[in-house]
């Protein structure tokens, strides 16, 4: 965490022509497979084909299949809900 505040990112892309460098090897791991095309987490949902490079994205995935949309606007009167809470 205390690279966050040091701005020290100790982890640099191997990736000819690539800049980029993280603060933990996690971040690194997750941004390779923006070269590589990984994407290790798939959709058990049936006849659905999709892949993410993350988790947390196979989750919001999901919710798709679900109808569970569990960030809702506090704005009295507004009914607005989404899956994730990044469109906030």
């Known amino acids: 965490h205390k690279r966050t505040h040091s701005g020290e990112r100790p982890y640099a892309c191997d990736e000819p022509g690539c800049e980029y460098r ?7 791991t997750m941004h390779k497979r923006t070269h590589s ?3 290790p987490y798939s959709c058990d949902e049936p006849s659905c084909e999709y892949r993410a490079t993350t988790a947390s994205d196979l989750m919001t995935h999901k919710r798709t299949h679900s109808g569970e ?5 506090d704005e009295p009167g507004c009914e607005y809900s989404t899956t994730t809470a990044s469109i906030f």
């Open 37 to 39: 095309g990984e994407r």
């Open 69 to 73: 949309r569990p960030y809702a606007c």
């Open 22 to 28: 993280a603060a933990q090897a996690g971040h690194l």
